[in-house]
């Protein structure tokens, strides 16, 4: 497996690879991870997809992707992904699924015409004061000594920044300004998390810095992430042949370990409680997805908070099992071994009151019901105690949602601080006391609030134990190798494997991935695309330094005729025009 980048490897076809007939592969988990690898060894991998199983404990495939109606309970998400122009996996991936509404279109296609007719742009990105405008006014308010912060951790090694937290790398003036406060509340950082995570989401985004105000940055599905990329990309595998298999555990996975190779032998699984397993050999290939950032989710409703479930978590307690049989598999206790720190709840509001949209449209600046952007992203509310977002993407949120209902996505970061209008913190509240603290927020008057929000929405509260769980400050090696060294025929796939460069709580890292587990696993002489490489492009970094430094041009130093001197000299070379270009040089000069 190699990395490419360009026109020459992106639409090549590789030629079938040898021996790939009598192989067969079998998955563990069914999101996104698995879905992407499963249609790459297919599509790239000629794999006959009725030689492929994917093995689920749940009902329904997708994994952290979801967007479900439940009957009792409601419209339920539990997060929603931003996405932007350079996944390239995922783009590489959804550009060979069918669109399920637009004919003779891909994913990709649909996905492009509808961000090309309604591009996705924020109007209102932070409020306080009960739906009043923050007037931020698109400042990140880093002074000398927070833009020293960012330079440092930008600048450092990988190895300086491994098991450091935030706050072991960035001082109070950082974590006071604005770019704190929409980074932290956009990536859902906390103070806590690791330094060298902050650090890779640096690196790989730098040229989203200017659209952080207003999430220029950003691109929305249509619909809820189930409904517009894993429905069609499961329903192209089942046309494959491939097998899902729900309701079935997966418990261990035995392997033969010797000093030169390592080989998956046995899964072992609980089907419909009764247990099972196969045998494998060298020509069955085995993709795990280890860890889970919504394993142990549970749904409260309109009048039950949700419930912190600490207790046994399937998915964390395979890849113990699997990391207790050779080192190389990873430690998962590093992430899963402080709840306290991973966890905080998100909620779906389903507006059922006319009125509510109107708030909604004050503080959006649209029409929550015109079908196109209606936040662009997340609104930040500065002064709640929860530190609470929330979203409404273009609605219908759901293809079964009747056309005068909003669907609301919110969450909060400080999950055990009580309220500011209900004096309770955001994990004992249930799902119609979320509803008053976010009415409001939003500005509705206090008098109308508790009726409001009894009898006109309904409000589905999910806590996550683990959600944060991957931002936990780690080591090189807690993360196992996409493909460990001396692997024959297994892979680890998903947000908890590593591979280079690329950021976690993406779509794209889990389908990067699985790209490199086929790749690697059938021999694909095809590049797996490079990520975008705008940390190393330096008019990206210009134009991220004029942002952060919101506009301020840069001071040469030393006396005035030097200044002029050295100005009158970078004029005549690229390096001046390109200061020039970004707007870093003084003006008049």
């Not at 790989?204 to 220029?216: K, Q």
């Amino acid at each position: 497996m190699y990395y490419s980048s360009g026109n020459y490897e992106a639409f090549a076809r590789p030629r079938k690879p040898d021996g790939v007939d009598g192989k067969s592969a079998w998955f563990v988990g069914a999101g996104l991870a698995s879905l992407s690898a499963a249609a790459f060894m297919i599509r790239d991998g000629r794999m006959g997809g009725e030689r492929i199983t994917i093995l689920e404990r749940l009902k329904l495939p997708g994994g952290a992707l979801d967007g479900i109606k439940e009957p009792r309970r409601g419209f339920v998400i539990r997060g929603g992904r931003e996405l932007e122009d350079h996944m390239e996996c995922l783009w590489d991936l959804f550009r060979s699924i069918p669109s399920i509404e637009v004919p003779d279109a891909s994913v990709l296609d649909e996905f492009y015409w509808l961000n090309k007719d309604d591009p996705n742009y924020s109007l209102q990105r932070v409020t306080e004061k009960q739906g009043l405008d923050a007037r931020t006014d698109g400042l990140f308010t880093l002074n000398a000594k927070a833009q020293k912060d960012l330079v440092r951790i930008f600048l450092a090694t990988r190895e300086e920044m491994e098991g450091k937290r935030i706050t072991d790398v960035t001082g109070e003036d950082f974590r006071a300004s604005n770019f704190w406060l929409y980074w932290r509340t956009m990536f859902a950082f906390e103070e806590w998390h690791g330094a060298l995570e902050f650090k890779l989401y640096l690196h790989r985004f730098i040229h989203h810095v200017g659209g952080l105000p207003d999430f220029t940055a950003l691109k929305f599905t249509k619909y809820n992430q189930y409904e517009s990329l894993v429905l069609p990309l499961t329903r192209w595998l089942i046309d494959q042949g491939v097998t899902f298999r729900f309701s079935t555990e997966v418990t261990d996975i035995d392997f033969d370990i010797t000093p030169e190779r390592k080989r998956a032998t046995r899964i072992a699984w609980v089907a419909d409680g009764e247990p099972g397993g196969v045998e494998l050999d060298e020509d069955d290939l085995v993709l795990v997805t280890i860890g889970s950032l919504t394993e142990n989710s549970d749904n409260g409703d309109h009048h039950t908070a949700a419930r912190l479930d600490e207790g046994p978590a399937p998915a964390w307690e395979l890849w113990k099992k699997i990391a207790g049989r050779d080192p190389s598999f990873g430690r998962p206790e590093v992430f899963c071994g402080n709840i306290a720190e991973s966890k905080w709840e998100s909620a779906t509001v389903t507006t059922l009151d006319a009125r509510i949209p109107e708030y909604i449209r004050r503080v959006a600046k649209r029409d929550p019901l015109s079908g196109r952007v209606v936040t662009g992203g997340i609104v930040t509310i500065r002064d709640s105690s929860w530190l609470m977002s929330w979203t409404v993407n273009r609605q219908p949120h759901f293809k079964q949602q009747p056309p005068d209902q909003v669907v609301v996505w919110l969450y909060g970061l400080f999950v055990d601080r009580p309220g500011d209008y209900v004096t309770k913190s955001l994990a004992d509240c249930t799902g119609e006391e979320i509803t008053r603290e976010w009415l409001y927020h939003l500005g509705v008057p206090v008098g109308e609030i508790d009726e409001m929000a009894a009898t006109g929405a309904k409000c589905v509260p999910v806590m996550m134990p683990y959600v944060t769980s991957f931002f936990a400050p780690r080591h090189a090696g807690d993360r196992p190798d996409v493909v460990p060294e001396g692997s024959v025929n297994f892979a680890f796939i998903g947000q908890f494997a590593e591979t280079t460069r690329d950021t976690i709580f993406t779509t794209e890292y889990s389908v990067r991935t699985g790209m490199e587990a086929a790749y690697r696993l059938l021999g694909v002489e095809r590049g797996v695309p490079e990520v975008f490489g705008s940390t190393y492009d330096i008019r990206k970094l210009l134009d991220a330094m004029y942002h952060l430094r919101d506009g301020e041009r840069l001071r040469l130093p030393g006396p005035e005729l030097l200044r002029k001197h050295l100005l009158k000299r970078l004029d005549a070379s690229e390096v001046g025009e390109l200061l020039t270009e970004f707007r870093l040089l003084p003006e008049g000069d």
